[in-house]
């Protein structure tokens, strides 16, 4: 079984900066991708970032770009997102997701709660 654990989240200031992290485990877990999403009560969940675990390639939302940026440790299968210059408008509870390849499910974390403010 798959588990994503998500950490980092937080209460900042407009402007500040959090890291996010996501450990994925599981005995024969090989991500092919893993990305953020987040999501505001009452709004669908939105994509926010994403990177392909066999050559680092990166994908951001427009909103983000710029601002935030998703890295990978390949032997530690983790993932973190370090936003610089949040916005109010960050403010969402955030989730990690992963897929074993092109044609699998996805599994997710718990989500961690980011909350930016003025």
């Known amino acids: 079984q798959v588990q994503l654990v998500e950490s980092g989240g937080g209460s900042v200031q407009a402007g500040g900066s959090l890291r996010l992290s996501c450990a994925a485990s599981?005995?024969?877990?090989?991500?092919?991708?893993m990305g953020w999403y987040r999501q505001v009560p009452g709004k669908e969940r939105e994509f926010v970032a994403s990177?392909?675990?066999?050559?680092?390639?990166?994908s951001y939302a427009d909103s983000v770009k710029g601002r935030f940026t998703i890295s990978r440790d390949n032997a530690k299968n983790t993932m973190w997102l370090l936003m610089n210059s949040l916005k109010p408008e960050d403010t969402a509870i955030y989730y990690c997701?992963?897929?074993?390849?092109?044609?699998?499910?996805?599994?997710w974390g718990q989500g961690t709660q980011v909350t930016v403010s003025l």
């Open positions: 599981g005995r024969t877990f090989s991500p092919y991708d």
């Open positions: 997701n992963a897929r074993q390849s092109f044609w699998s499910s996805y599994y």
């Open positions: 990177i392909y675990w066999n050559d680092g390639s990166t």
